[in-house]
């Protein structure tokens, strides 16, 4: 088998760690103003620097990872196991079941994922408990796809013909046999999914439709950043730094 970098994956599991375990880190308050020190640099106290209103730019970089970070494996979370059933549902039992699947999930296809996003979220309200259902929706026909394209591959092979052959239930075999026989393409489909995630919640968030402020979030910041850029282009540095880095991860 191929070897696996080792650089990605310790990146994702510090990005990961480092969201985790913020709040024992004993950082500066996220959401403290103090604006006699607005866009200063560096310095002893703050490591990277004040942002526009004088908060911490470390402390609120990490808590918006914690923020991005949980948003986007919930939504990718719930849309795997709701996307995966659905296309093996689809792509084992055929028939109406199959129609119903693959059609829902091509006019749901249809829509391009941001202006979808943008809809529900405009009709809903902002907001972290918005966005989790909002990007499952979104994510969802991806799965539904990529485990319908894998169950029609394996269900005619012999071991899944051994299977049936041996009186096994329909349950019990897309469980135990199809199931694991696609779950490559399906974890390739959910890292995609959670680093598509992290960048539609930072761009919601950046419109005003994600994390509502004051919480820290990526987007957040890239937004309230663009306003001083003129004059320090540091707090616009970070967070797109951030960004960038965990979703070539």
Known sequence: MRRIS?????????????????PWL????????????????????????????????LSRLLWGARSSLSVAILSASIACVIGTSLGVLGGFLGGVVDLLTIRAADIILCF????????????LGPGASTLVPVLALVFIPGFVRVAYA?????????????????????????????????????MVQFSLAMAAAVVLESGLSFLGLGVVPPSPSWGLMIGAARSTMAQTVLPLLWPCLALTSTVLA
Do not use: F
């Open 112 to 123: 391009p994922p941001l202006l979808l996003a943008l809809l529900v979220v405009t009709l």
């Open 6 to 22: 080792p650089v990605p994956v310790l990146a994702v599991g510090l990005i990961a760690l480092v969201a985790l375990v913020v």
């Open 150 to 186: 894998g169950v029609l591959g394996v269900r005619h092979q012999e071991y899944v013909e051994a299977q049936r052959a041996l009186g096994v239930g329909p349950l019990k075999i897309m469980l135990r046999t199809v199931l694991p026989n696609i779950g490559g393409p399906v």
């Open 26 to 57: 004993g950082l500066a308050d996220p959401v403290k103003i103090d604006v006699g020190n607005r866009l200063v640099g560096p310095s002893w106290q703050h490591w990277l620097g004040q942002d526009e209103v004088g908060r911490d730019i």
